[in-house]
């Protein structure tokens, strides 16, 4: 994987992973967690992505491109 690449997805999956941690404090997410006893799935979504993205890029940084 190319750098620039892999730091992209791990900047957008930053980027989306502070999102999920905004959206699970939101009004809703709280009305949400209160009658269900989970968060939105806006927020689950958001998080689950951006840890994932993140780890992608990471792994992707780590690696290298390999010849």
Request: aromatic share 8%; proline share 3%; charged share 10%.
């Amino acid at each position: 994987m190319n750098k620039p690449i892999a730091l992209a997805l791990l900047v957008v999956g930053c980027i989306l992973l502070l999102f999920g941690i905004s959206a699970s404090d939101s009004f809703a997410s709280n009305v949400s967690e209160t009658f269900t006893g989970n968060p939105t799935d806006r927020s689950i979504w958001f998080t689950v992505g951006g840890a994932a993205l993140g780890i992608i890029g990471l792994v992707g940084l780590m690696r290298g491109r390999k010849a």
